[in-house]
């Protein structure tokens, strides 16, 4: 893929967006309560029909919820957990790079020690830890995410700014006497935004793909709740006899990973100087 | 060059045919299976028998060790190592021990490795979590050739029950080799020795020679660790195993139409059963409690979710257990009427955590959560690792939200076991505390007369039917897929030994 925009980066924005709207929407689109059980009506095939309930075009669930309005509304956890996490990790690990790369010495290696330290555990290991400390919820799950992920961006902005840090133009803008901050934000942050950005959108597939993981562990979003990490560990059950639980949360989560990953090898082209003059 | 290479293709695929058409009855033709495979849905946790008592490690290590007493296919419990028995006083037993055992390295089983097995389990420093199930047990002495006396601290109706449980080790090696050695390579006396055991995969028995209970049915055993449900049915349906422990009422259904394969079921003395908290938040109230009895609905949820599997019950214990009572009627399913107890306590809205970990059904626990939310509940389900649910679910009253489902057995089939330690004051799952109930629980566990036993649980009944401090839901049942071929009776203690089973 080349920087230029083409059809096919087009596409991809286009489904991110539905994605997006759906998730935004989810309350006002969803044809069923995606809480409400029927339990005589579980584990029914997609596009059963009830007279007294109506169509359930996804099928339903083992206590006889509608399958497309969980997903619908899984939507919205799983894409929130993924958007917000990154946010976290991103900003603190930014900040913890620029600091590091601009004052280096004991600073540096203090950092990029923790760095290395945290990057040594296991990312599972300690999201399982964090929650079993701090118990679940929404926010806890977001903070764990977030402190397991944080070097990988810390790396990056260090590296970046310790290139940069050396350019002619720094070297000027600190004769003529302006401020670290004012120099970290204003001529640093934007130089290295783009390799950050890359970062981002690999690491915003991964986080939901995480959440599903905490979900399978029974450690993320909490029952009754539905995201699709959680739908496919209720679902891992009936894998031979109800298909639909696991493979429709799973396509969902595939597609979205997908575009967010073609996404990130576009910008990373797209920002990268050398790609364009070429 | 082309032409004759192809015909010699066609030559060798033609060949292998026949040799396939030949070769394809021969294993029907062949001598009977002599190896078992078993799946299983968690590795055995420890090989040392009185370490852990978890139904998956018990499957394995039973089959390993000889037990001083056992339970009948018909649930009498009847000798094994021990041959008779008889009581010298309310407080002392004298067991008989047979003098034809011989544990696995070649030494006999004395009367002195009885003593050490009784000693080492009771013995406060070693840790087993089954001491509560044999601290009654202040002494255990040698007192003749092939004779054991235990003595108790005060007449124990329910200590043959508990040993049932209690595998006999060899005292000389274990003094020998240490506990650790022990668990990685346990001898015992029973019909089975461990030949390998590839931790997280499988364990595999071979059978000994010369075995003093008769001949194995099988050579070889084979444990595997299969933790999906769904992939263990898989496996049954395959081939690749003979028996799977644990599938879903679902899955037994769908195996109904499969010809090589056969469901084993069986009401275990299981009790599945809804904690509430009465010391502690909303539930403290006692109207609260009362009306989350009323709001659920047992027969839905049984018949619903459980398969028509499980049975319901009326108090917290199965009527495999001795001590259920008869004649005390459940809260009845009133919806209505909870919502209203409800509101009379001012409790509308009020949150109430419940909490659980994944190993236990998740199905089951979102249809109670919605059952009291229609009743003007908010109830949160707070799912945690298993390790954090058990600190939080024995720790104080306020770390142990205000719900919790359980799936409780003692394997020991009495009342003492279930309702003694989830209610008695001061037990770590209780939180509840009736002076009257633990009277009548105390006196029951010292006295050895059948009748005024079943008086006092009445009466203990009656008191938690008045207090709600627990919800009774359903006898869960035990399901086991098998090739049709198997011939075996599961028990309602759950015991899962080889020597029972057989090929048809």
Partial sequence: MTGRFTPGIAAILGLL?????????????????????????????????????????????????????????????????????????????????????????????????????????????????????????????????????????????????????????????????????RILLRHILPNIAGPLMVVATTEFGLMILFEAGLSFLGLGIQPPYPSWGSIMSEGQNYVASAWWMTVFPGICLFGVVLCVNLLGDWLRDRLDPRAQSR | ???????????????????????????????????????????????????????????????????????????????????????????????????????????????????????RITNPAFKSPQLSQFDEITSAAVTGPNQVTLTTKTPYPVLLAQLVKLSIVPKAYIEKVGDTQFNLHPIGSGPYKLSDWEHGVQSVLSATPGYWGGKQPFEKVVFRVVPQDATRVADLRAGVADIVRQITPDDAKALQSDRAVQVLAVPTERVGYLFINAEWGPTKNVRVRRAIAMAIDRKGLISALLGGYAKPVSVVLTPASFGYPTGI??????????????????????????????????????????????????????QMDQASYLRDRQGTPQEAGSLAFGLWSCACQDADGTIWPLFHTGSIWSKYSNPAFDKAVDEARSTLDVKARMADYHTAFEILRKDVPGVGLYQAAAIYGARRQLQWTPTPNEAFFIMDMKWK
């Fill in chain 2, 1 to 119: 060059m082309g032409s004759m290479k192809s015909a010699f293709l066609v030559a060798a695929i033609t060949t292998i045919g026949i040799v396939g058409l030949i070769g394809a009855p021969a294993p029907a033709l062949a001598a009977p299976k002599t190896k078992l495979t078993v799946d299983l849905p968690n590795d055995v946790a420890t090989m040392d028998p009185q370490l852990q008592w978890d139904t998956d490690s018990y499957s394995v290590y039973r089959n390993i060790f000889d037990n001083l007493v056992t339970r009948s296919t018909s649930g009498k419990i009847v000798g094994q190592v021990a041959s008779s028995w008889h009581y010298t006083s309310p407080t002392e037993i004298v067991f008989t021990i047979r003098n034809d055992i011989r544990f696995q390295d070649g030494s006999k089983l004395t009367p002195a490795d009885v003593v050490y097995s009784v000693k």
């Fill in chain 1, 17 to 181: 967006a539905i994605y997006v709207f759906v998730a935004v929407l989810a309350p006002w689109i969803v044809p069923h309560n995606p809480l409400r059980q029927i339990l005589l009506l579980r584990l029914r095939p997609p596009l059963t029909y009830s007279p007294s309930a109506g169509w359930f075009l996804l099928g339903t669930d083992d206590v006889g919820r509608d399958l497309l309005s969980r997903v619908v509304d899984g939507a919205r956890a799983s894409l929130m957990v993924g958007a917000l996490s990154v946010s976290v990790s991103l900003l603190s690990g930014t900040v913890f790079g620029l600091l590091a790369g601009w004052f280096r010495g004991w600073i540096a290696i203090v950092v990029m020690r923790i760095v290395d330290i945290v990057l040594s555990i296991p990312a599972i290991l300690l999201a399982v830890l964090t929650v079993a400390v701090l118990g679940p919820s929404f926010a806890n799950l977001i903070l764990v995410l977030g402190l397991t992920r944080w070097p990988r961006y810390t790396r990056v902005a260090y590296a970046q700014t310790l290139q940069v840090a050396t350019l002619p133009y720094i070297r000027a803008a600190e004769m003529a006497g302006a401020h670290a901050p």
């Fill in chain 2, 329 to 382: 009627k459940p809260w009845p399913y009133d919806p209505q009427k909870a919502a209203a107890l409800i509101k009379a306590a001012g409790a509308e809205g009020a949150t109430l955590p419940f909490l659980t970990s994944p190993a236990y059904p998740q199905n089951i626990i979102q249809a109670i959560q919605q059952m009291l939310d229609q009743v003007g509940l908010k109830v949160v389900i707070h």
